[in-house]
């Protein structure tokens, strides 16, 4: 009966996972079944406990490095950039006024939704910005008179 119970945690544990995307859970998933694993052999309830925690640790311990480490952005990495991550820094050229609340701006022969990154300014069509973060589908820019990555804004660093 303990071996169902242990079984039935590392499911729920493992649905979970699947809406929280995070590849965490899933590790107490592991622990779960090798828990349940326990219990199949005979194993009194504290053992399984015992087992559970450390298998659990050891995943988190050793997995979640592994995959943090792979989870970094192409900008983190140096490596080429693509998607979203490959328009942060581009030109933009403004085709109806830029501000906090409303805009578009054609990136690379696309047409973008863009907001001012600094909530004091605004762009008017004609003008140059340049693309500091992209979110969701909107381009949030600001001046692109900016000679050297040290004068981006703060978030840019």
């Not at 996972?17 to 005979?42: D, N, Q, R």
């Not at 309830?45 to 989870?71: D, E, T």
């Not at 490959?86 to 701006?105: I, N, P, Y």
Request: glycine share 8%; no cysteine.
């Amino acid at each position: 009966m303990d071996a169902v119970v242990w079984i039935v945690l590392g499911v729920l544990l493992g649905v979970a996972e699947i809406f929280t995307t995070t590849l965490f859970l899933i590790m107490f998933a592991a622990g779960a079944f090798a828990a349940a694993g326990a219990a199949a052999l005979g194993a009194p309830v504290p053992v399984q406990a015992v087992v559970f925690a450390v298998v659990s640790a050891l995943s988190v311990a050793l997995a979640r490095p592994v995959i943090k480490r792979h989870a970094r952005s192409t900008l983190e990495t140096g490596e080429q950039p693509f998607g979203v991550e490959a328009l942060e820094g581009a030109t933009a050229l403004v085709l109806e006024r830029v501000d906090t609340d409303h805009g578009m701006v054609k990136i690379d022969g696309e047409l973008w939704t863009a907001r001012a990154y600094d909530a004091t300014q605004s762009f008017e069509p004609g003008e140059r910005v340049q693309v500091i973060k992209v979110r969701g589908a909107t381009a949030l820019v600001w001046q692109d008179d900016i000679s050297s990555p040290g004068e981006l804004p703060e978030a840019k660093r």
